[in-house]
């Protein structure tokens, strides 16, 4: 083990501590796997780096938040040449970030190092992300924090400096509201980690006092906003555990430790072993099948659970929307703590339940019900949300179940207006205000013949629909199958699953 890893290692704690801050515990069974994460999102990446450039990329295209990930990942495992290399990637990074104090995108970094500022009228998520400050901005932080013993006096000056003109870019903005959670959370951590670094008390009274508006909405119902997502509950563990393990004052460790505990909570109430997956609903994600795709929940599970049982495709292989598996460098770096009394949630499916959570201060709730072979989710929204594009991360009705040879099939609404979903076992109600209700099924082999508007007959499920919709219709879209019910205000799904 690199001897960067073995100071890492060092520590205790009576949770299991995933990452490579627990390799020092009498966790043995996960150290292959927390490595073999590790060097299979390094090695791919090896083979994506400039060196003249010092950026992941070609010529014409260099990332850089993934750069920032690459780099950190390098000094972590150092291996001969990696620290300088590492260090390097860092630097060309930090020499992406955008200085110009009159315009909104101050302080955060170019996406690609390429690409042109934005113009006058820029848009955000459009022409630039502002949320690059806090993704780049916690990895100088971590870099500084585990390696700033080895790092140049020159270089810690770069890093630093990009950290300030981070955070004071975005305490000009004033655009994020508590309830973003994931980038509200990693905001929280880099201000005040910067008050402590810089000195400067004016940050860390104010980075504290906005923890404490994120931790006091969470405290209502132990749930964040943006609730359940299989990509952002990742993000929020990792904002989280830079708190808990890292934060400015204690107040700050006793909150992220509250609220890692409690994410965690959450995921194993709505996480089916069985089916390698999360029920819905998604407040926000990229994929139905975690087995398919690469999600940050499932990166994280990924660190310790073998392949047959990990939400996540085999390392290596082929995955959708697979950037993000390299989070699995910082996340390695900085480790989470599940609670032990859940962790047998995440190998072996613990029986039929039916679940209800309240989202953030209550105006929302979460339904989900999990049985041995089937599982669904729905969001009752008090018609307050619903999907406006075919592209929208929410999904307020999930259904997900098991092939007959061991794949997932799901269901998921891809278009509705305003919404109510309640779930139930074998079902679920849907109310709208009004309008069309479109559902996306991916069941390979399914006959469309098979589908009509009151029973629709799947592999391996049965689903009797009632409706006061005037017309269904059914086609094919990328091998999926496309159900369309018009002008609809109420409908009720019940299934059976059928083993053949």
């Not at 000195?199 to 504290?208: F, L, P, R, V, W």
């Not at 609730?227 to 990742?234: D, H, K, Q, V």
């Not at 292989?317 to 390695?332: E, R, V």
Request: glycine share 8%; charged share 20%.
């Amino acid at each position: 083990m690199p001897q960067n890893l073995q100071t890492l290692a060092r520590g205790a704690c009576v949770c299991l501590f995933i990452g490579f801050t627990a390799l020092s515990f009498a966790q043995e069974p996960l150290k292959p796997r927390m490595n073999e994460a590790f060097n299979a999102a390094a090695e791919i990446l090896d083979a994506r780096w400039d060196s003249k450039a010092a950026l992941l990329g070609s010529n014409k295209s260099h990332t850089v938040r993934g750069s920032a990930w690459y780099g950190l990942g390098l000094i972590t495992r150092d291996k001969p040449g990696d620290f300088e290399n590492g260090i390097k990637t860092l630097i060309a990074v930090a020499h992406t970030q955008i200085d110009l104090p009159q315009l909104p995108w101050d302080g955060t970094f170019k996406r690609v190092a390429e690409e042109k500022l934005p113009p006058l009228n820029g848009k955000a998520y459009v022409d630039y992300d502002p949320n690059w400050r806090e993704f780049v901005g916690t990895i100088f932080a971590l870099a500084l924090i585990q390696h700033g013993d080895r790092i140049s006096a020159q270089d810690t000056l770069v890093l630093e400096n990009a950290i300030k003109h981070a955070i004071n870019g975005e305490i000009k903005q004033k655009r994020l509201p508590p309830t973003y959670t994931n980038i509200a959370l990693m905001y929280a951590f880099l201000w005040t980690f910067a008050g402590q670094r810089f000195h400067n008390d004016q940050y860390i009274k104010d980075g504290e006092a906005w923890a404490e508006k994120i931790y006091q909405s969470f405290q209502v119902n132990h749930s964040f906003d943006e609730f359940n997502s299989p990509t952002y509950c990742g993000v929020d563990l990792y904002a989280l555990a830079l708190l808990r393990r890292y934060g400015a004052t204690t107040r700050l460790r006793e909150i992220g430790a509250s609220m890692e505990a409690d994410q965690w909570r959450d995921i194993a109430r709505f996480y089916h072993a069985g089916l390698r997956n999360l029920a819905g609903p998604f407040d926000r994600s990229y994929g139905m099948d975690m087995t398919r795709y690469a999600s940050l929940v499932g990166v994280w599970l990924s660190f310790y659970l073998p392949n047959d049982k990990m939400p996540f495709p085999v390392f290596g292989g082929s995955m959708d929307h697979g950037g993000d598996f390299f989070c699995a460098l910082p996340y390695a770096a900085v480790g989470t703590r599940i609670p032990q009394d859940i962790l047998k949630e995440f190998s072996t499916f613990s029986g039929e339940r039916l679940v209800e959570r309240k989202i953030a201060n209550g105006t929302r709730t979460a339904t989900a019900w999990l049985g041995e072979n089937l599982m669904i989710g729905a969001e009752y929204t008090g018609l307050t949300r619903g999907i406006l594009t075919r592209t929208s991360q929410f999904h307020p009705v999930t259904i997900h179940w098991k092939h007959t040879d061991g794949s997932i099939n799901w269901i998921k609404i891809t278009k509705i207006s305003l919404c109510d979903c309640i779930a139930s076992k074998n079902g679920v109600s849907i109310t709208t205000d009004t309008g069309d209700v479109v559902f996306r099924v991916h069941a390979p082999g399914s006959d469309i013949k098979n589908i009509t508007q009151t029973r629709w007959v799947l592999q391996n499920l049965a689903l009797d629909v009632t409706s006061d919709a005037k017309k269904a219709k059914v086609r094919i879209e990328d091998n999926d199958i496309m159900i369309t019910y018009q002008d609809v205000k109420h409908m009720a799904i019940h299934s059976e699953y059928i083993s053949n």
